[in-house]
T-cell receptor
Framework: KAGVTQTPRYLIKTRGQQVTLSCSPISGHRSVSWYQQTPGQGLQFLFEYFSETQRNKGNFPGRFSGRQFSNSRSEMNVSTLELGDSALYLC?????????????????FGEGSRLTVL | GEDVEQSLFLSVREGDSSVINCTYTDSSSTYLYWYKQEPGAGLQLLTYIFSNMDMKQDQRLTVLLNKKDKHLSLRIADTQTGDSAIYFCAEMDSSYKLIFGSGTRLLVRP
């Protein structure tokens, strides 16, 4: 079956702009999580959505937001971009991330959207 | 808060064993994971271990868990050049989200 698809794969923005990234999870997966990956900070959890509701949130400012649609596809938005927002943004889907079971909690990652802010 | 720490870099010769170490802080973690990231790709789950286990073996991979010391290790036997990648340790916290380490870059020399 198709994996997690993220679009766009690469994009360049300038400071102050906003960006929207898209993630299509594996068919049947209802949980979508977003992570920011940078060389200095590693993988930082942004938020998780399940059935169109934000269920978990990391420690990022309000400029970072997301949503999930009824078909489980998710988008994340970053407003008023800063240079430090340059990163690889990874989306991951799972059947149900909160069951605590490794099988259903296993995250399947997309290849990421690489954002460069100039 | 929860924290997961790993060494940043490991270099081994092809055919040798690799051991990647990780320490974590959340003693209530039920599952601990090892993910692999190849260049230009997302993360791929390699293996996981339930917290009531000490060891798990899966082909060339052996995971050891010392719950008392909150120490996790991944041993790769007969390391191949295709094993060169970044390896992430992760714990599942009490709100069921994964907390990742900063990753260990494994370089396999021919």
């Amino acid at each position: 079956k198709a994996g997690v698809t993220q679009t766009p794969r690469y994009l360049i923005k300038t400071r102050g702009q906003q960006v929207t990234l898209s993630c299509s999870p594996i068919s049947g997966h209802r949980s979508v999580s977003w992570y920011q990956q940078t060389p200095g900070q590693g993988l930082q959890f942004l938020f998780e959505y399940f059935s169109e509701t934000q269920r978990n949130k990391g420690n990022f400012p309000g400029r970072f937001s997301g949503r999930q649609f009824s078909n489980s596809r998710s988008e994340m938005n970053v407003s008023t971009l800063e240079l430090g927002d340059s990163a690889l943004y990874l989306c991951a889907s799972s059947l149900d991330g909160t069951s605590g079971g490794a099988e259903s909690g296993e995250l399947f990652f997309g290849e990421g959207s690489r954002l460069t802010v100039l | 808060g929860e924290d997961v720490e790993q060494s940043l870099f490991l270099s081994v010769r092809e055919g040798d064993s690799s051991v990647i170490n990780c320490t974590y802080t959340d003693s209530s973690s039920t599952y601990l994971y090892w993910y692999k990231q190849e260049p230009g790709a997302g993360l791929q789950l390699l293996t996981y271990i339930f917290s009531n286990m000490d060891m798990k073996q899966d082909q060339r991979l052996t995971v050891l868990l010392n719950k008392k010391d909150k120490h996790l290790s991944l041993r790769i036997a007969d390391t191949q050049t295709g094993d060169s990648a970044i390896y992430f340790c992760a714990e599942m916290d009490s709100s069921y989200k994964l907390i990742f380490g900063s990753g260990t870059r494994l370089l396999v020399r021919p």
